[in-house]
């Protein structure tokens, strides 16, 4: 049985690469590799969902989790910002959560609240218990992938996502959301062989989710470590950083654009970096000339980056998600100051290109007309 399940999760690097569509012209994809884009590429976290009363109207009467296991619906809910919006890329329609899901662990996603385990996860035995997701169980996501790439245009790009180890791990030891993550952090610091434990368990499962949406031809992935700026670099460096790393290591050779982000982790940026992303995103508290900075001294000072010969990263970011709620005035000086700054940092030989976001994820209230006026605008720059 082992055997069988390592030979279905072996990696299918030409498959991957037979499904993906070929975009070389596409923005996004020009920016991460450091090419001059045709336009300054532009998506938001969380553009789709319920900003938009289109999704509203779709997701009437059915259980988040549930949508994200139909593949028509998934589809379509991942195709409406970018219809509205004109995006340069969509993000799959899923949550971090939905690998565990697939897998058969008892979690549903409360409304207005997010997460909720039926048991919250914290001895060896029910880390032990976790069970590994298998291929199968997560075909209606591939089959709503392909759908997405049948109607997006050449140059635009379908980003795939998973939650990183930390994120993951906090919603299981938790049992839920949480505000300052104490019961993860106590677990970390009092019984750390059973933490790591938890990492190593968390980790194949993360790959896989990554691995079926890559060989059903995402253009790009990103990894949401949004919790880790809650922990100290020498704490992320220790318990956390190993296992993004092999993430990125285990995903690396797919050859697609690896983005790495996480909120309030203007402290973390160099450890970030060096986990092993091609892209960075940064929250809306440092600016991007200044993040840019700080990711190219933790490279200088990283030996194992030196191998790789990679010395700078496109930076992704940083819209502070309340600008959206200031005007079009505000949105227009917000986006030009951080399309100056990315392009001071480019200028300076310190990022290889930018990819415009928000600093965090699209807030639910957001007037999905301001939305528009911001991508207008990135675009005009
Ligand atoms: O019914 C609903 O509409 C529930 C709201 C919702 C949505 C639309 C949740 C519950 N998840 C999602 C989709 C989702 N989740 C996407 C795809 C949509 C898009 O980006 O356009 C993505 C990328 C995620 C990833 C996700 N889920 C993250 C990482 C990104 C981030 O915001 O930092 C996290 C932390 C989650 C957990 C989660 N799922 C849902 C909520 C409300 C939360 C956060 C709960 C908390 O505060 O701890």
């Known amino acids: ?139 209606p996501i591939a089959q709503g992938i392909s759908y997405i790439l049948e109607e997006l245009r050449d140059d635009q790009v379908l980003i795939g996502f998973a939650g990183a180890p930390f994120t993951l791990a906090s919603y299981l030891v938790e049992g839920g959301p949480s505000k300052n993550h104490e019961t993860t952090k106590a677990l970390m610091y009092s019984e750390p062989e059973t933490w790591h434990e938890l990492m190593r368990a968390l980790t194949p499962t993360i790959i896989r989710f990554l691995q079926m949406q890559l060989e059903a031809g995402v253009d790009a992935i990103q990894l949401f470590d949004s919790w880790a700026g809650y922990l100290t670099a020498r704490d992320y460096r220790e318990f956390v950083q190993p296992y993004s790393k092999q993430i990125f290591d285990t995903v690396r050779p797919y050859g697609v654009p690896m983005i790495h982000f996480g909120v309030g982790t203007g402290e973390l940026l160099g450890d970030l970096a060096v986990a092993g992303p091609d892209v960075l995103g940064v929250d809306w508290r440092v600016p991007m000339d200044v993040a840019a900075e700080r990711v190219n001294a933790a490279l200088a000072d990283s030996r194992l980056e030196l191998q790789q010969g990679d010395q700078t990263k496109a930076l992704q970011g940083n819209l502070d998600p309340a600008v959206l709620f200031a005007g079009s005035d505000a949105i227009k000086r917000h986006v030009s100051r951080i399309c100056a700054e990315a392009d001071n940092a480019i200028d300076r030989g310190l990022a290889r290109g930018h990819i415009f976001n928000l600093g965090h994820g699209v807030l639910p209230s957001t007037d999905p007309d301001a939305i528009t006026r911001a991508f207008e605008e990135v675009h005009n720059q």
């Open 1 to 139: 049985m082992e055997a069988m399940t390592k030979k279905a999760f072996e990696p299918q690097f030409d498959l991957a690469a037979s499904r993906r569509r070929a975009n070389p012209d596409a923005p996004l994809l020009a920016a991460a590799r450091g090419e001059k884009p045709t336009r300054r590429p532009v998506w938001m976290m969380r553009q789709a969902g319920r900003s938009l009363p289109e999704y509203r109207q779709v997701r009437e009467g059915i259980a988040m989790l549930d949508s994200c296991f139909m593949p028509e619906l998934l589809a379509e809910i991942t195709m409406q910002p970018v219809r509205r919006h004109d995006a340069d890329a969509a993000i799959l329609f899923s949550d971090i959560v939905v690998p565990l899901k697939a897998a058969g662990v008892e979690i549903d996603i409360v409304p207005g609240r997010g997460p909720v385990m039926a048991e919250a996860v914290r001895t060896p035995e029910q880390i032990a218990a976790l069970p590994e997701v298998h291929r199968e169980q997560m075909e």
